[in-house]
Nanobody
Framework: QVQLVESGGGLVQSGGSLRLSCVAS??????MGWFRQAPGKEREFVAA????????YYADTVKGRFTISQDNAKKTAYLQMNALKPEDTAVYYC?????????????????????WGQGTQVTVSS
């Protein structure tokens, strides 16, 4: 099993920045991703990274504003969010994929993830 704990959410004004963290414990995993869910909407892909590689992926809506990074020693992934907009308001979740590979697994799909954290609220005021 893998346990995930997100942190770093909060209230920020439009144009501001936040950095989310996701700390993993338990067994090893292959990939980690961030998704978000706004009220009344489905959970959507934000960003993802293969843990033992340098490949990163972003949703078009956050490309150029958000950056995903990782600290392998700390088993922690970060999501640096800049130029935040009110439409970025959502609960942000991190998830892990246990055994996929770049050629066979689409980390932008919710179904690719085996474990999820509890989420952290991000609210962007206009």
């Amino acid at each position: 099993q893998v346990q995930l704990v997100e942190s770093g959410g909060g209230l920020v004004q439009s144009g501001g920045s936040l950095r989310l963290s996701c700390v993993a414990s338990g067994r090893t995993f292959s990939g980690m991703g961030w998704f978000r869910q706004a009220p009344g909407k489905e959970r959507e892909f934000v960003a993802a990274v293969w843990w033992f590689g340098i490949s990163t992926y972003y949703a078009d809506t956050v490309k150029g504003r958000f950056t995903i990074s990782q600290d392998n020693a700390k088993k922690t992934a970060y999501l640096q969010m800049n130029a935040l907009k009110p439409e970025d308001t959502a609960v942000y979740y991190c998830g892990v994929n246990l055994s996929g590979g770049r050629s066979t697994t689409n980390l932008a799909r919710r179904s690719s993830y085996d474990y999820w954290g509890q989420g952290t609220q991000v609210t962007v005021s206009s």
